[in-house]
């Protein structure tokens, strides 16, 4: 049985795939963020792991409701047996008075980091050697004071959306101090944190990206342009 309490949460993921342009695509996406492999699922679903991949390569015909409603149950399920983790950590409390701060942005499949790099014109600072394995599912655009300032700490979680497998993308940033600090004492991590304008970053940020081995990214793009440009 499903916890009631991920009603809203199981049909959002169901919805993500139903509304997808390409269903397949967003079911491996969905399958990767709760980090269940195809044959762990297929086992599940009783069905043979060619027939899963094919849904998810868009080799077969797009799945119906009852199908994707049977994937998405199956992987809060297995999720659940697990002991929960992804779905306690998708399940954001909701907070109107907090998201004027910042701004969620969801892939419908992933991007690589490198991809995202160029796509926003970006410099990496620090751990370049990480940018080649890893993959992007969306990104938060956050204006930093604002959000270091009034939203509490046992809410940073929201900033995350779907999956901590994200760019964190600072505006207002003097030394990018501030953004890693915060980024540091958070249990959640981001894939990346980006700056925007910021000429120097600060030692003690790229410390702290060191040691968290989280990539930072400086760019001088515009916001509206980030957002043209990761827009696919």
């Known amino acids: 049985m499903i916890d009631k309490r991920y009603n809203d949460l199981l049909k959002k993921v169901c919805g993500d795939i139903v509304l997808s342009e390409n269903p397949g695509e967003t079911m491996k996406k969905w399958r990767e963020i709760f980090r269940i492999s195809q ?3 297929s086992q599940h679903l009783k069905v043979s792991p060619s027939t899963l991949c094919d849904y998810e390569a868009n080799r077969r015909k797009s799945p119906g409701a009852k199908v994707i409603k049977r994937f998405c149950e199956a992987l809060f399920l297995i999720d659940i047996k697990n002991g929960a983790r992804t779905v306690e950590s998708l399940l954001k409390e909701e907070n109107p008075n907090t998201n004027k701060y910042y701004e969620l942005y969801e892939f419908s499949k992933f991007m690589s980091a490198e991809t995202f790099v160029k796509k926003i014109n970006g ?7 990480k940018i080649k394995s ?5 990104y938060t655009i ?3 004071l604002n959000v270091i300032l009034n939203v509490p700490y046992n809410q940073l979680h929201q900033i995350y959306g779907d999956t901590n497998e994200r760019a964190l993308i600072f505006t207002g940033v003097t030394t990018g101090r501030s953004p890693m600090v915060v980024v ?10 980006v700056f925007i304008n910021l000429d120097q ?4 940020a790229i410390k702290i990206s060191e040691k968290e081995t989280i990539p930072i990214i400086t760019t001088d793009m515009p916001v509206q342009e980030i957002k043209k440009a990761l827009s696919f």
């Open 39 to 41: 044959n762990e699922l």
């Open 123 to 129: 410099k990496v600072i620090t751990n370049a050697d």
């Open 184 to 193: 540091r004492t958070n249990p959640i991590k981001p894939a990346i944190v």
């Open 142 to 144: 956050l204006d930093s």
């Open 201 to 204: 970053v600060d030692p003690l």
């Open 134 to 138: 890893l993959r992007i599912f969306g």
